[in-house]
Structure formats: C-alpha cells, structure tokens
C-alpha cells in the first residue's frame, strides 16, 4: 500500500444530505444503501489514486496528489451514486500536515465549508488548483456566488468558488450558498 501524500494535496470531502431523514425513515434500507455508498467511494478513490483516511458516518474524507485525479473521482462517484443516495462533495488544494494517519490544517476546514454550500449531487470547489488541473471529460465548471462572493463561516468572501457538474445533467440546483455577502453559511 501507497503512503499518503503530502505537500501540496487536494482533499475530497463527501456528505450524503438528508442522512438523518433517512437513518430514521428507514434504518434498514439506509444501512444497505450506505454499503453501497461506501463501496463506491472506495473503488472511484482507488482507481484515481486517492487516499481514504476516514468515514465521518455518513461521509467520507479522502487525499489525492493529483487535483485532477480528485476532480475525476468526485465527478465518477457523482454519477455512479446519482441512482443511490445523494451526496454532496467538495474538494480543495493546500497544504496539511499528515499526523498518525490524518491530516491538520486550514485547507482540511475549508474543504469542510466547501462540502457544506453543496446540495446532493453537486461538486464545490475554489479556483485553485483544482480548476486548473484539468477537467474530467463530462464535467463543466460554474461560477456562483454574488459578484462579491459567496461567504462561507469563518470567512469574510471567497470570491473563486466552483460547482462542477456532469454535462449530461439538465438541471443545476443553487448552492446552498447565499448571493448575500453578510449571511454566514453553516457547514
């Protein structure tokens, strides 16, 4: 087995909406649906050579040294989980310090923030590396957010943020950002 990577990284935060809903719904379904998401998360991370340091429950967390590797494993896991659960995801690059099999740091945050503007089945990211690493060959980008920014907690603006999309899909939801730039966005 690879050892993580280091140095400048792109992180892939994922988060299935709704999963409390559904946990109290119906527990037993949700139990085989999440296998299936697990599943799928894992093999789309492994073939792009990505790295799953942790499950958050009902999400994941996973490295990639390459931000086009992780633009493509977001947008593969997109598709194949369109049918199964939806599930938002963001994606950031930046330096984190590795510890025990973890990452620490700033970039970890804001790719929180980033996952948390997403509706099911959205992709978020800022124009950094990400961007610019490339595209996945059904994916486009859009800009959203005010001309000022959208605001993210924490964070006065950033003024850069990014959904990805599959071109096949008719409809792109709003984010769950605000076009206002004094509301604060939740995670």
Known sequence: MESPPTGTVTFLFTDIEGSTRRWQDDAEAMRVLLVEHDAIL??????????????????????????????????DAQERLHDVLPVRMGLHTGEAELRDGDYFGSTLNRCARLM????????????????????????????????????????????????????????????RSSNCPSRRVPS
């Open 42 to 75: 894992r093999d789309v991370i492994d073939k792009r050579h990505g790295h799953l340091f942790k499950h958050t429950g009902d999400g994941v967390a996973a490295v990639f040294a390459s931000a086009a590797d992780a633009v493509s494993a977001a947008v």
């Open 116 to 175: 948390g503007v997403a509706h099911g089945g959205q992709i978020v990211h800022r124009h950094t590396g990400v961007a610019t690493s490339g595209t996945h060959p059904v994916m486009m980008i859009r800009a959203f957010g005010s001309r000022r920014g959208a605001v993210l907690r924490g964070r006065q603006t950033d003024r850069r943020l990014s959904r990805c999309r599959d071109c096949r899909s008719a409809v792109l939801q709003p984010s």
